[in-house]
């Protein structure tokens, strides 16, 4: 399995470069995860961090809530039945709203991801020389992941 990120507003263009490409919505929204192959709420942060965010602009405080929703998750089991349902040799992309710029819970699982299964998580058709995604790392040093 091979993932990559990227944000609703790039939908269009990764249809058109990269039809064969699962698009995965991990928002909590249901009305643009209708544009996606499928929808992976396991990997949203809960409705009320993502309002105290919004309300307080406190990144270091989403991911810390964030990541105590992660701690809970069986990551193996999820990626498992992900790859039985739609293939374990696919190209994956974790869409969500925000811009590659932008602070987004799409790099908090994307770190995991390369953390976990030691593997690259690229932003999707983006200059990669000139983008460096933000590091939101997995902030309990204690998880073996």
């Known amino acids: 399995m ?15 470069q990269h039809p064969d ?8 929204s249901e009305k643009l995860s209708k544009d996606t192959t499928f929808s992976e709420k396991r ?7 993502l309002q105290e965010y919004k309300r307080t602009n406190n990144a270091k405080k989403c991911v810390e ?4 929703k992660l701690q809970n998750l ?3 089991n999820i990626i498992k039945e992900i790859a039985k349902k739609y293939g374990a040799n696919k190209n994956y992309v974790l869409l969500c709203y ?4 932008e602070f987004c819970h799409r790099h908090i ?14 932003e999707l058709n ?8 933000e590091n939101f790392k997995y902030t309990n040093s204690t998880m073996d992941w």
């Open 2 to 16: 091979t993932f990559y990120t990227s944000y609703f507003g790039n939908i269009k263009r990764i249809r058109e």
């Open 21 to 28: 490409y699962i698009l995965v919505s991990i928002s909590l």
């Open 43 to 49: 990997f949203s942060p809960e409705l009320s961090v």
């Open 65 to 68: 809530d964030f990541n105590l």
């Open 74 to 76: 069986n990551i193996d």
């Open 98 to 101: 925000e811009k590659p710029t």
């Open 109 to 122: 699982i994307a770190n995991l991801l390369e953390k976990k299964y030691n593997i690259e998580v690229n």
């Open 126 to 133: 983006i200059d990669l020389n000139n983008y460096k995604r």
